[in-house]
């Protein structure tokens, strides 16, 4: 069974996956590919810094993260051609990771954590897509905090991804982590007894 895992910045998926792997279920993460890409001398990384410029690659050869983020960010046209470049290879190797845990453990749950699922439209890989919740407000203070920027950045960045609420709505299961950590995993746990009806 494969389960797509997704949510908005600083909603928590990283909480929730940490406990779904504790209970058994091995991690597809979109953004440990995404980075691997993007490491010298990867094709990807290539075909970026020939359509952004060398500006975003740093002296080490490393992509300037920080520079291709604020490009970005603020240019949906760039942030698309971005996406055109990286994500075939991304869920090239998302589908084999997948298949190989498939193959190789066919009782146990594969999580994929995609942080774009829904604005990829990848959730026809999935069986099922979970979605870590927590109010608009709520993951706006926690970016804040998290990443040391301001609202206005915070918003920009909110503003770059679907709605939390419109992801909420088209999940088949939600986490709510809004509230305590003992609360979410209470949540992880009566879903993962449902998923294997105990």
């Known amino acids: 069974m494969n389960i797509g895992l997704t949510g908005g910045i600083a909603t928590g998926k990283s909480t929730v996956s940490s406990m779904l792997i504790r209970k058994g279920a091995l991690l597809v993460d979109a953004d440990v590919i995404a980075r691997e890409v ?21 002296a080490d050869g490393q992509l300037d993260r920080k520079k291709l983020s604020e490009i970005i960010f603020n240019d949906d046209k760039k942030r698309l051609a971005l996406n055109g470049i990286t994500h075939p290879a991304i869920r090239h190797e998302i589908r ?16 994929v954590d995609i942080p774009l699922l829904y604005e990829s439209e990848l959730q026809l890989l999935f069986e099922k897509v979970m979605v ?14 998290r990443d040391e920027i301001t609202e206005e950045r915070a918003e920009a960045r909110l503003n770059s991804q679907m709605d939390i609420e419109q992801k909420k709505n088209m999940a088949d299961y939600v986490i709510d982590n809004s509230g305590t ?16 009806g105990l």
């Open 38 to 58: 993007m490491l010298p001398g990867h094709p990807v990384l290539a075909e970026v810094a020939a359509y952004f410029g060398q500006d975003v690659i740093q």
């Open 96 to 111: 084999k990771q997948m298949a190989d845990y498939e193959a190789a453990y066919p009782d146990r749950l594969v999580v």
């Open 132 to 145: 870590v919740y927590v109010p608009r407000e709520k993951q706006l203070r926690r970016l804040v905090d």
């Open 181 to 196: 950590l003992a609360e979410t995993s209470q949540q992880v746990d009566e879903l993962w007894n449902r998923l294997y």
